[in-house]
């Protein structure tokens, strides 16, 4: 679905810009007050890893690694920044590397991708988005079931014309019911793909968590459709707090993998590093700004390279 290209790497880098700067820039002020690389040394790299949203968790794991490594190196004069830099890009590719990055549509029937998210993450936006994009290859509905706000649903159907695809709602105000229904739907107009937006909800919210794990099983139960991706959003600019997020919603449903926005207008994209090596989940998309094809695949590589700024 997507194209890579040396434009589309630039992209990327561009838009992680604050937080390539604030990176690398506190790396250089670490080597430049000391070269011989010690405990001090490392406890400064990892605070500076911190202060990026890296988790204490996925930073510890870095430095670790680090700490193995240069002990095979025999001058301490060889580990300079540029030798770190490049150090880093590999380790956080390798802790962000994953089988299943891709969002897979070969179901052998109807492809359902479920979508959560609390208020104010992109979540609505992002299926706008993703909608477009699989349009170009399926026939796709999307669903507005969240029933509890009716600004969310208009918004879907706005993007659903935006783009040029099916569109599914229904006065019913139970989500799990307005989701079999749409299924019924996409049946009878053999839609290809389904992308389900769920309503935005706390964490704390009991009777709105249920909800979530009771559309799952609706989708699960049903003939010729396959839950093919349950993804939760979310923002980039809420850095590790975002985090917990990922806790409440993965103790409820059976999350397969993350989509990380508004990375363009953050200094925090480090955290992205431990949303997927702390909790073992894919990142499979980024938002990096608010055009309609600034919802792009992640690369780790692409990923790990912008995150330092490096070419």
Known sequence: M??????????????????????????????????????????????????????????????SNFRNTIKNIESEQEVTEGFYLSFLQKEIQSMLARDDLSISLDAPDIAVIMISGVNGSGKTTTIGKLANIISKEKKVM????????????????????????????????????????????????????????????????????????????????????????????????????????????????????VVITKLDSTSKAGFAISASYDYDLPIKLIGIGEGINDLQPFDPEDFSKALLGLD
């Open 142 to 257: 999307i669903v507005a079931a969240d029933t509890f706000r009716a600004a969310a649903i208009d918004q879907l159907e706005v993007w659903s014309k935006r783009v040029g695809v099916d569109f599914f709602y229904s006065d019913n105000k139970d989500p799990a019911s307005v989701v079999f229904s749409s299924i019924d739907k996409a049946k009878a107009i053999q839609s290809d793909v389904i992308i389900i937006d769920t309503a935005g909800r706390l964490g704390n919210n009991e009777d709105l968590m249920n909800e979530l794990s009771k559309i799952e099983k609706v989708i699960e139960k049903q003939n010729n459709v396959t839950l093919v991706d349950n993804l939760i959003v979310l923002d980039g600019t809420s850095g590790q707090n975002a985090l917990s997020q990922i806790d409440k919603f993965k103790s409820r449903i059976n999350l397969s993998g």
């Open 2 to 63: 997507f194209e890579k290209t040396k434009a589309f790497f630039k992209n990327v880098k561009e838009k992680l810009s604050k937080t390539s700067d604030s990176l690398t820039s506190s790396i250089t002020e670490v080597f430049k007050v000391r070269v011989k690389v010690d405990e001090k040394v490392l406890e400064n790299l990892q605070e500076n890893l911190i202060l990026s949203d890296v988790s204490y968790s996925s930073s510890e794991k870095i430095i």
